[in-house]
């Protein structure tokens, strides 16, 4: 009895929702409902204030969430703890990462990755949108770029290059640019900002640039650079074989901005999951060779 309804009152904390908690742990609102209050009435204290429009934390709720949290925490590395000892890693993974880098890169190392630990399931959600680790259930992100979550552990994975470059049919007919005030003077195919990025004189530097398109999508923008539409600068993995196969040509090269991180990012309870941690050692393997 003790135990009863501190689970889900914990994600309704978290969440703010009672639909929201229930779909975390895949139960019907009502039986949410139902053991929440029946937790208030065990207790003879309100939790959780209740309006049409959302679900906060009382006086009282907030500070029985924070020793709840606590508590849950540290069930989970006690279970992760006996996990380790098991010869054979078991359990639930899930991961987020960004839609190109995931399709390309990600996902087929997991699918190796699950091939070898046969017990372990994984879930992943692609999105280009910033998704928070706590509030939607997730183990894992794979983050690209500079990070800004300072409460998150990062590991870094391995690194990605940005670079500038056009087909031998656009340059030819519309000449190469030597310098970056030069790129005014071209057709910049565009993603979703409106500056290109890069480094000079020890500084790093956006320039502005404009152009006829302006596409979501790296592998469109690739392709449009294939066809000789304009000049285009993405990330290594849109663009190396087209630039061994000579397909594109690397321009501004000594403007080139240095290289980015790829991190795994997980929060804190997840550090000592040894399922975690087997996969974040198998992805950090696979894209350093």
């Not at 742990?25 to 029946?38: D, G, K, M």
């Not at 998704?131 to 552990?153: N, T, Y």
């Not at 923008?221 to 304009?230: I, S």
Request: a neutral charge; hydrophobic letters at 35%; charged letters at 20%.
């Amino acid at each position: 009895m003790q135990w009863e309804g501190i689970n889900e009152f914990v994600q309704v904390a978290e969440v703010e929702s009672f639909t929201q908690a229930a779909k975390r742990l895949t139960i019907s609102t009502a039986q949410v409902s139902r053991q929440v209050s029946a937790l208030e009435q065990r207790l003879h204290v309100k939790l959780l204030y209740r309006t049409t429009r959302r679900v906060s934390l009382t006086e009282e709720g907030r500070v029985f969430y924070q020793h709840c949290r606590g508590v849950l925490d540290s069930l989970d590395e006690a279970e992760q703890a006996v996990t380790s000892l098991q010869s054979k890693p078991q359990g639930k993974i899930k991961l987020t990462a960004s839609v190109t880098y995931g399709e390309q890169q990600i996902l087929p190392l997991v699918n190796d990755f699950v091939r070898l630990h046969p017990a372990i399931e994984v879930t992943a959600q692609l999105s280009n949108q910033r998704v928070d680790l706590i509030e939607e259930g997730f183990d894992l992100a794979i983050r690209l770029g500079k990070l800004s979550d300072s409460s998150m552990i990062a590991r870094k994975l391995s690194t990605r290059r940005h670079y500038l470059c056009a087909s031998p049919s656009y340059l030819q007919r519309c000449g190469t640019p030597h310098s970056l005030s030069e790129l005014s003077q071209h057709n910049c195919l565009l993603g979703t900002r409106d500056y290109w990025r890069f480094h000079e004189a020890g500084s790093d530097r956006n320039i502005r640039v404009s152009g006829r398109l302006r596409y979501n999508s790296g592998q469109a923008l690739a392709d449009a650079a294939l066809k000789g539409l304009g000049i285009v600068q993405l990330p290594d993995y849109y663009v190396a074989p087209h630039l061994a196969s000579g397909a594109l040509l690397s321009l501004l090269e000594a403007q080139r901005e240095p290289e980015e991180g790829i991190w795994a990012v997980y929060p804190h309870n997840r550090q000592l999951s040894p399922r975690i941690r087997l996969l974040v050692d198998y992805l950090e393997a696979q894209l350093q060779l």
